[in-house]
């Protein structure tokens, strides 16, 4: 049974409800925002209840599915952040304001900032996986004090695929710290040439420290190896491990990585449980 929304702004999603597969809401699309050559910010005007970290499963009739995370914190609208990379996420990305989505969610563990408060966060993202992220740093800029120390790093390809850039002033504002670097050749005032492990030689390491880490997964292992040859914990670390979610409900077992299932086990893990 399909479900619409006819009152858009007074819908409120349940966070971690576990829907059942035919339970679609269609919503309006409120605003679009082109970020990169091929990737795009959705806005819808809904209040959610989530964690940073979980997703959606976003759907169009006869076209398909595709897990995309939410990278926002407000309460009064919520954000994705879509890369035009195949069939659907190629159709959704041309879709026009006031076009309907189908959603099913939010699913998955994500990260349960309450049990954070008083550490200090160290936020390390590698292009699109900057965007799970993002909805970290929305909600450490609106609870700014019931948090220590926030150092984000980041690193993208070019000065061309830069996410979220306009946002980067008002973190600072915010009292946290951000560096970031361009692997291509730039002139950038602000990028540092190189990939994100090489503003990361100075950071310290305190038992106090937590990193939340995503992007590539070959960036993810580069920087997991560096972060423990540095000195900090396994249990220090997580990781966001967002790979080939397909029913988001731990039936099909396409994303099972050791025996845990990304969609519902995860996408947000600690390091040690997977490693």
Request: with cysteine; hydrophobic share 35%.
């Amino acid at each position: 049974m399909k479900k619409k929304c006819s009152q858009t702004k007074n819908f409120i999603f349940s966070k971690n409800k576990k829907m059942a597969e035919d339970e679609i809401v269609f919503l309006p699309i409120d605003k679009i925002s082109q970020q990169t050559e091929d990737q795009f910010l959705f806005r819808f005007k809904t209040t959610i209840s989530h964690d940073p970290g979980q997703f959606f499963q976003c759907s169009l009739l006869g076209i398909g599915e595709s897990a995309i995370s939410i990278c926002s914190h407000s309460e009064n609208f919520f954000e994705l952040s879509i890369r035009s990379v195949g069939n659907v996420t190629n159709k959704l990305c041309n879709l026009k304001k006031g076009d309907q989505i189908g959603l099913r969610g939010p699913y998955g563990h994500g990260y349960e900032m309450e049990q954070f408060h008083n550490k200090d966060m160290v936020i390390i993202g590698g292009g699109s996986g900057v965007a799970p992220l993002r909805g970290i740093l929305e909600h450490l800029s609106k609870y700014r004090e019931k948090f220590g120390t926030v150092e984000i790093f980041f690193g993208f390809r070019g000065e061309k695929d830069i996410l979220f850039e306009s946002d980067f002033e008002k973190w600072q504002k915010k009292d946290m710290s951000l560096a970031f670097t361009l692997s291509e050749e730039h002139k950038h005032p602000k990028a540092k040439k190189g990939f994100v492990t090489n503003i990361l030689e100075n950071l310290k390491v305190t038992k106090n420290k937590l990193i939340f880490l995503c992007g590539p997964p070959i960036m993810i292992t580069n920087t997991a190896k560096m972060l423990l040859e540095k000195g900090f914990m396994k249990s220090q670390i997580y990781v966001s491990e967002e790979r080939q979610m397909k029913c988001a409900v731990g039936r099909c077992g396409h994303c099972m990585i050791k025996g845990k299932y990304c969609c519902t086990d995860g996408p947000v893990f600690r390091y040690d449980e997977l490693y």
